[in-house]
Each structure stands twice: as structure tokens, then as C-alpha cells.
């Protein structure tokens, strides 16, 4: 059965420059959520999209990130202007009922 | 301010031995923790959760136990084996919200 599923997988971005990270969540899973791990740390909140409602965006760390999700299902993060500090593995995942299903990531490398 | 601590970056066990990976949260609105394990390049995948009204659940090898008064979780495997090596991150969430709040993780290897 298809999971969720991220691309690109690896990504490595000169400083400065917007990245678009995809997300394709399980089919019929109405919760979707994007996390990164940096280096060393536990998987830090960005944001959630749960059907039509707006989203809870609390975690996104700057102005310089963004995500939307069209029709219910593919979702994007956007980074623009990247820093060095934006290198982290961006996880997604979907939910059903109470679990959350995750991606394999995406290694985003900022040089 | 980290809501959910996981104090041991790394553990290591024996293979058949008990594993026991801790968790500590400081959050008394926290009503439902899970445990999710991740192998390299893969994301996480859910392995077993407990409601803030029980104190034990059981599936299979692993057992979660909660104790709500120190504000503790733990997570036990027994007997461990090579295939439970992995980063372990307790998760928790708050009555009402749907995001989960992950500790840093817990670098597991089981040793043959």
C-alpha cells in the first residue's frame, strides 16, 4: 500500500535561494503535518493542515517559510532566501484517526 | 523549553535483554503519549501509545508505562533483538491539540 511519500529526497541549496519541498500524504487522510529534525534534536512542529480549516502555522520559525496544501492532498513547503540554519531533514505525515504517518523525508542541505 | 526530555542520547543493550528508554515531560495538560522508532533515512513509524488514564500498555515485546505523578514515561523491550536498533522519540499531546510535541530521541543498540 502507498505510504506517505516526500520529494526530492536530498536537496542541497546555495545560500540565498527558495527551495520547494512535496509532500504526498495517504489517501484519505484528511491531518497533515510537517516536522524537521535538525542535527541532534527531537522533531520540532511546523505546521498542520487539518481539511478545510486554516492552518495551525504556530511553528514555522520565520516569515521565510510557508506551506499549502491544494485539494486536500499534495502539499508543498517553501523556504525562501535559505540560511545555513534551515539544513535539516523536513519530515511529513498524514493521520487518520489518532497516529500519525511519516514520510521518509527530505535531507535539506544549506551551503 | 523543552516539553519532552529524553535524557539519554544512546543506549546500549544486550540482544535478549530488556531495553528500557525513558521519557520525562513537564506539560500536566499532555493526556495521550506514543513512542516511534525511526531507522536511518526512513521516518518515524508509530510503535505503541498509552492514554493519560492508564498506567501500562502491553504489545507483544514492548510495554509502555506512565507515571503521571513524576510526570514519566517508559518504554520497555524485552527480550530485545539486532532489528530494534533504532532512534526511539517519545511524543505526547495535549488534550485538545493535534500536534505532538517529540523529545529529542534515543539512539538504541542492541548488541549480539
Known amino acids: 500500500g502507498a505510504g506517505v511519500s516526500q520529494s526530492p529526497s536530498n536537496k542541497v541549496t546555495e545560500k540565498g535561494k527558495d527551495v520547494e519541498l512535496r509532500c504526498d500524504p495517504i489517501?484519505?487522510?484528511?491531518?497533515l503535518y510537517w516536522y524537521r529534525q535538525s542535527l541532534g534534536q527531537g522533531l520540532e512542529f511546523l505546521i498542520y493542515?487539518?481539511?478545510?480549516?486554516?492552518?495551525?502555522k504556530s511553528g514555522l520559525p520565520s516569515d521565510r517559510f510557508s506551506a499549502e496544501r491544494t485539494g486536500g492532498s499534495v502539499s508543498t513547503l517553501t523556504i525562501q532566501r535559505t540560511q545555513q540554519e534551515d539544513s535539516a531533514v523536513y519530515l511529513c505525515?498524514?493521520?487518520?484517526?489518532?497516529?500519525?504517518?511519516f514520510g521518509p523525508g527530505t535531507r535539506l542541505t544549506v551551503t | 523549553d523543552q516539553q519532552v526530555k529524553q535524557n539519554s542520547p544512546s543506549l546500549s543493550v544486550q540482544e535478549g535483554r530488556i531495553s528500557i528508554l525513558n521519557c520525562d515531560y513537564t506539560?500536566?495538560?499532555?493526556?495521550?503519549f506514543l513512542w516511534y522508532k525511526k531507522y536511518p533515512a526512513e521516518g518515524p513509524t508509530f510503535l505503541i501509545s498509552?492514554?493519560?488514564?492508564?498506567d501500562k500498555n502491553e504489545d507483544g515485546r514492548f510495554t509502555v508505562f506512565l507515571n503521571k505523578s513524576a510526570k514519566h514515561l517508559s518504554l520497555h523491550i524485552v527480550p530485545s533483538q539486532p532489528g530494534d536498533s533504532a532512534v526511539y522519540f517519545c511524543?505526547?499531546?495535549?488534550?485538545?491539540?493535534?500536534?505532538?510535541?517529540f523529545g529529542q530521541g534515543t539512539r538504541l543498540t542492541i548488541n549480539p
Open positions: 505525515a498524514s493521520r487518520s484517526n489518532y497516529e500519525q504517518y
Open positions: 489517501s484519505g487522510h484528511t491531518a
Open positions: 493542515f487539518q481539511g478545510n480549516s486554516a492552518p495551525d
Open positions: 506539560n500536566s495538560m499532555f493526556d495521550y
Open positions: 498509552i492514554s493519560s488514564i492508564k
Open positions: 511524543a505526547a499531546r495535549r488534550q485538545g491539540a493535534q500536534k505532538l510535541v
